[in-house]
């Protein structure tokens, strides 16, 4: 069983920075491809960002591209969503997910997507302010 934390959220203003992190537990985190999603008030949770379980093959949404950066630390089992330039669309519930994507093939065909992924954190949210 995977365990999910996620934690660094809070109220920051547009045009802020903040760091979020996700520890993992319960399997070997080199083993796990990781992502980001996020759900606003009213919406759809949405993808954010995802890293491969090696930590080289990084994808992004449209909306955050260039402004949020995803990284992770397999020493410390510990996964990074790095988020500059805040804007007002940017407030949401943030979720860590984790799984075994397969290849790199894979990978590259279902990162992006939630029913990818089964194992889910709590949430943390994000609240940007003027």
């Known amino acids: 069983q995977v365990r999910l934390v996620e934690s660094g959220g809070g109220l920051v203003q547009a045009g802020g920075s903040l760091t979020l992190s996700c520890a993992a537990s319960?399997?070997?985190?080199?083993?796990?491809?990781m992502a980001w999603f996020r759900q606003g008030g009213g919406k759809e949770r949405e993808f954010v960002a995802a890293?491969?379980?090696?930590?080289?093959?990084?994808t992004y949404s449209d909306s955050v591209k260039g402004r949020f950066i995803i990284s992770r630390d397999n020493a410390k089992n510990i996964m990074y969503l790095k988020m500059d330039g805040f804007g007002f669309d940017d407030t949401a519930v943030y979720y860590c997910?984790?799984?075994?994507?397969?290849?790199?093939?894979?990978?590259?065909?279902?990162?992006?997507?939630?029913?990818?992924?089964?194992?889910w954190g709590q949430g943390t949210q994000v609240t940007v302010s003027s």
């Open positions: 890293i491969d379980r090696i930590g080289t093959g990084t």
């Open positions: 997910a984790a799984d075994r994507l397969g290849n790199p093939g894979r990978w590259n065909q279902y990162s992006t997507n939630l029913r990818s992924y089964n194992y």
């Open positions: 319960g399997i070997p985190f080199s083993k796990l491809d």
